[in-house]
């Protein structure tokens, strides 16, 4: 017989999705502030609107398609798959590699078999978190790649070469539509200049230095603003989704509350303030944590 807890998990994962309007809300503010850069015709408009669309709106539709990976876009199955190939392919990320590569990542988070932690291993030996530098630049290769190598089944890589072909006609149908100088204003430089650091900060808190004693210490949520967590989706919840990934991402905040009462025991980590703890993290040599009191 399910716990009381269990009913109420399971209770979080049903009722509607959220994730249709917030990409349509994304969109429309990627376009919003390309068009008042347009309109301002100041350079360090254009600038600014580019650091703004890479760090909320870009960073947010790829966590509408983490959203997607799991199925959580949508129930609509074809609908969701087509929004989340679009979303992760806009950052140019093949919804096929990336469900793999994520899925895997789930069953075995922060452990030597955690396709994750291999994909860093590689950059540099054990992981140290000046790595996570390098993230922005290998994460899309290396995704990718996951879903090409030769050990992957038939069917992922055809449809990871499906995917990229279809990444590489939609950015070749956005560079046609807005021209090549608002193309590289507008979806290249926000990819580097907003989206890349925004990636860097999340992601090395999300497991850097963690233990894997428990499924209770894999991942590190965040204690940060409410702005940021309604830009970004609440994604700072990681530890959350870790342990329940069927719950959206709008019912996160709840599964914290029926959950934290049980963080204090399990000694899961919970931080406070994305920037303060990346740039500690960043110094942090060992990838692993020892789960050994006072560590």
């Known amino acids: 017989m399910a716990t009381p807890d269990e009913i109420a998990v399971r209770q979080l994962g049903q009722g509607?999705?959220?994730?249709?309007?917030?990409?349509?809300?994304?969109?429309?503010l990627w376009v919003g502030l390309a068009a008042a850069a347009v309109a301002a015709g100041r350079w360090?408009?254009?600038?600014?609107?580019?650091?703004?669309i890479g760090a909320v709106p870009f960073h947010d539709l790829l966590v509408q398609g983490h959203e997607g990976t799991h199925g959580l876009i949508t129930r609509h199955r074809h609908l969701n798959e087509l929004l989340s190939g679009f979303t992760l392919g806009?950052?140019?990320?093949?919804?096929?590699a990336h469900r793999a590569f994520h899925l895997e990542h789930h069953r075995h988070a922060h452990t030597a078999d955690d396709p994750e932690f291999q994909l860093f291993d590689r950059l540099a030996r054990g992981v140290p978190g000046w790595t996570y530098l390098l993230v922005p630049a290998a994460a899309?290769?290396?995704v990718n790649a996951y879903g090409l190598r030769l050990a992957a089944p038939p069917r992922l890589r055809r449809e990871t070469l499906r995917d990229l072909a279809g990444i590489a006609l939609l950015h070749a149908a956005l560079a046609g539509m807005v021209g090549p100088r608002l193309y590289l204003w507008f979806v290249v430089a926000p990819m580097a200049l907003g989206l890349f650091p925004v990636t860097i900060v999340r992601s090395i808190c999300e497991h850097h230095a963690v233990s894997d004693?428990?499924?209770?210490?894999?991942?590190?949520?965040?204690?940060t603003s409410r702005w940021v967590e309604r830009l970004w989706s609440n994604v700072n919840y990681h530890l959350e989704h870790h342990?329940?990934?069927?719950?959206?991402?709008?019912?996160?905040?709840?599964?914290?509350?029926?959950?934290s009462g049980r963080y204090p025991e399990q000694a899961s980590p919970v931080a406070q303030g994305y920037l303060r703890t990346a740039l500690a993290l960043l110094r942090e040599p060992r990838h692993f944590k020892d789960a050994s009191p006072g560590a």
Do not use: F, K
Not at 44 to 52: K, Q, R, T
Not at 90 to 96: D, K, N, Q, R, V
């Open 16 to 28: 509607p999705y959220r994730s249709l309007p917030r990409i349509a809300l994304d969109l429309a």
């Open 44 to 52: 360090w408009v254009s600038l600014a609107a580019a650091v703004l």
């Open 90 to 96: 806009l950052g140019g990320i093949s919804i096929a």
């Open 140 to 142: 899309t290769v290396g």
């Open 213 to 223: 004693a428990s499924e209770w210490t894999l991942a590190r949520s965040m204690g």
């Open 243 to 259: 342990l329940h990934p069927t719950v959206p991402y709008h019912r996160l905040p709840e599964l914290r509350r029926l959950l």
